[in-house]
């Protein structure tokens, strides 16, 4: 092959080496284009079932979240409906559906959070929905039916909207009796310094105008008309430009419900009405006519619904008159029936009401039964707080189970008489009172004053507790239920039901009433106890006269006790003067809770659960072991006073583990006094003058307690050594009966 030819046949391969060169190129960039176009379709199908299982997911996650809200909205619904059934309302399904949907409407965000609430929950509460609306379901179910579309639509319906002073609580003040009479008292003094806080301390005003709502009682009338009623003694009257004292306070709502406002008569009581309305300060208990007077006024404060009513039955003679249909006067409780509808009717429109009454005895500190009686009605009626005022000095305040009440506020500016007053301070959320408490003040000489020092409050507030039922008052002036305080501190070991209980001077009750159930036959309860029927004569016999007692008074006590453990559930106690010679029922208290009578005292009284004896019969040994029986641990709350008792405890300790034993008026032992004891009424009483004499013994009780102290060291020691030798015993005991079982 000569040179030419094997150029040529060069570039023939080179030709040919560029070729597959270029065709593995080709095959390489189709095979790289088609594993992206693969990795394209790939990811393409991916993603296709990656949106349809998103699209799945989020039409199942729609669904469930329909669901979720459609269950949702069903929880309020029922919450809604329970709300209109516990307000005595009925509605259709179709009307409770409505609401929630309007709630939709109005109030997306709100019911978003709703939303993550029931989520975590699975149920709605009336709570609930506060938190979230910042609403009650009142206030609320107030703006869906167009009481609150406006200001003029709102006071229409007698609803008033306020802002509060802080958020989720409403803060309410309220004072006594205020008295603005002319030449009187305290405007005479206001009109010689011309400034309210030298009058009322600014402390004080300070108070009325921070509170959320002020309320007191407007013991007077405001006007330029009228005559004085006649006959009657006391009338107030102020001068229109007088109003603007109330402004100064910061008085929101009045009661007018009480035996002044109509001194001057229906003109001078129209022109009082008219004043307040023109300084836009409502007022409830009095009107025009018997319905203005029924009318409660309500406010609407951080979406808490307060409610207000007022009734008077203060008056002796009733010189002020009730209002009728067409006539001015004030609503009346002296027959409660028509205040209970009234306050029932105004708890179902409101989250918290306050009912105020003039009621009571003037000048006395001690509230009576039918301020007690009627307290208690007026809560079980539905209002949530009673406050009362009228007796112009401070009466207690008792808790009981359907609220509190507060028997009587005092005088808060009336005259230039000194005695103790102050403001009632309530805290309230959307569910209920939360605190109350007390500023302490004095009014004196025409002016009412912050009591601004420790010691002077202290004394104060132990006055207000010492009238109290069941209330503890500290320091800042909180007032705490008892139950509630001492359920964690336990200082109320033991409640004495009645002291000494029976019937002097006579073995039996001799009245009308009396001798035509003594003639009757005896209750089947006891028919029951003693297996036995007849009249009490012919079971008792010569002791039918103080079974007779003993059966009534132990109902009684049960009555009462059963009552108080509803309460609170404390140990209770009755103890019993001892029958004495001559034995005689009558000489000692008849059917008390003596030895003889204690199969229908422990049987009746159920309630009881310590029967004590006071001991100042020289048998002390003979007593104990009567009263130490059946399961019934020995208390002695009195015993004699001379030095011999001292060694007693010893014996009422020792054989009978008494749980307590307490030597007459045990706290002033330690003083030896020496006094003189009434001779002659202790005879009469058939006690021995020798049972208070005290020369010494409380050097011997000291010596005593000392020593019983000691023992509980050797008490303890034994009774641990006790446990120990049974507990080996016990040990031996198994192990010798193993053996013999094998």
């Known amino acids: 092959m000569n040179e030419f030819e094997q150029a040529e046949e060069r570039r023939k391969r080179q030709r040919e080496e560029i070729k597959q060169k270029r065709i593995r190129q080709l095959r390489r960039r189709m095979t790289i284009s088609g594993c992206i176009l693969l990795c394209i379709i790939i990811a393409l199908a991916a993603f296709a079932v990656n949106v349809a299982k998103k699209k799945k997911l989020a039409a199942e996650q729609k669904k469930q979240l329909e669901q979720e809200i459609a269950q ?13 059934t516990d307000n005595g309302m009925s509605a259709e399904k179709s009307d409770v559906t409505a609401f929630t949907k309007w709630l939709e409407k109005n109030y997306s965000e709100e019911m978003d959070d709703l939303f993550l609430v029931y989520q975590k929950n699975k149920k709605i509460t009336a709570q609930d929905i506060y938190d979230s609306f910042g609403a009650t379901l009142h206030v609320l179910s107030d703006t869906y039916e167009g009481k609150l579309k406006d200001e003029a639509t709102a006071a229409k319906n007698h609803i008033y909207e306020k802002k509060a002073a802080e958020n989720g609580t409403v803060q309410i003040t309220a004072a006594g009796d205020l008295c603005l009479e002319e030449d009187g008292y305290v405007l005479d003094y206001y009109d010689t310094v011309n400034d309210l806080s030298k009058c009322i301390s600014k402390t004080i005003l300070d108070q009325t105008n921070a509170a959320d709502l002020f309320f007191l009682n407007h013991e007077y009338c405001v006007s330029d008309r009228g005559t004085p009623l006649e006959d009657k003694y006391y009338v107030f009257r102020a001068k229109p430009e007088r109003m603007k004292l109330l402004e100064q306070m910061g008085t929101d709502i009045v009661s007018i419900a009480n035996n002044h406002i109509y001194d001057y008569g229906a003109d001078a009581m129209d022109d009082t009405i008219d004043l307040l309305d023109q300084a836009k300060i409502n007022h409830v208990g009095g009107g025009t006519n018997l319905d203005e007077a029924k009318q409660p006024t309500y406010y609407i404060i951080n979406g808490i619904k307060i409610g207000f009513v007022a009734a008077s039955e203060g008056e002796q003679y009733k010189f002020t008159p009730e209002a009728t249909d067409s006539t001015t006067g004030i609503l009346t409780s002296y027959d409660t029936t028509e205040y209970n509808q009234v306050i029932a009717d105004a708890s179902k429109e409101c ?28 809560l079980k009626s539905g209002a949530d707080i009673v406050i009362g005022g009228h007796p112009h000095v401070l009466q207690g305040i008792e808790y009981t189970e359907d609220g509190p009440i507060v028997y009587s506020l005092g005088d808060f500016w009336f005259n230039d008489e000194t005695k103790y007053t102050g403001l009632l301070n309530l805290e309230i959320t959307s569910e209920g009172l939360k605190q109350m408490s007390f500023m302490p003040c004095e009014q004196k000489d025409s002016q009412t004053q912050y009591l601004n020092n420790a010691e002077s409050q202290r004394a104060l507030f132990d006055h207000l507790q010492e009238i109290s039922p069941n209330i503890t008052i500290d320091d800042t002036g909180v007032i705490t239920e008892l139950k509630d305080i001492d359920a964690e501190s336990q200082t109320v070991l033991m409640v004495q039901v009645e002291n000494e209980i029976g019937f002097l001077k006579s073995d039996r009750d001799y009245s009308k009433e009396a001798e035509k159930q003594f003639r009757s036959n005896i209750p089947e309860e006891l028919e029951k106890i003693y297996g036995i029927s007849g009249t009490w004569s012919e079971v008792f016999q010569s002791d039918a006269a103080e079974m007779f007692m003993a059966w009534n008074y132990a109902q009684a006590v049960e009555y009462i006790a059963a009552a108080g453990k509803r309460a609170y559930e404390l140990p209770m106690y009755v103890n019993a003067w001892l029958n004495q010679f001559p034995d005689r029922p009558g000489n000692y208290p008849s059917g008390g809770p003596i030895a003889r009578n204690k199969k229908i005292w422990r049987n009746i009284a159920k309630s009881i659960d310590v029967f004590a004896p006071d001991i100042y019969l020289s048998d002390f040994e003979g007593v104990c072991k009567e009263y130490a029986t059946e399961g019934n641990p020995l208390f002695i709350p009195e015993a004699r006073r001379d030095p011999v008792t001292a060694s007693n405890a010893f014996y009422a300790f020792g054989k009978y583990g008494a749980i307590g034993f307490s030597p007459f008026g045990i706290e002033g032992l ?27 013994t409380g050097k011997y009780l000291k010596e005593t307690y000392k020593i019983l102290k000691n023992m509980q060291k050797f008490q303890l020691f034994f009774y641990l050594l006790q446990c120990f030798l049974i507990a080996i015993i016990k040990r031996n005991l198994l192990r010798i009966m193993g053996v013999f079982a094998h």
Do not use: P
Request: hydrophobic share 30%.
């Open 670 to 696: 330690m003083e030896d006094t020496r006094q003189k004891q009434d001779k002659e009424l202790l005879e009469q009483l058939q006690i021995d003058v020798l049972a208070f004499t005290s020369i010494e």
């Open 351 to 378: 989250d918290y009401l306050i009912a105020y009454v003039h009621w009571g005895t003037e000048d006395e500190d001690m509230y009576n039964s039918t301020q007690t009686e009627h307290g208690k009605e007026f």
């Open 72 to 84: 949702m909205n069903e929880s309020l619904n029922d919450c809604y409906n329970t709300f209109l």
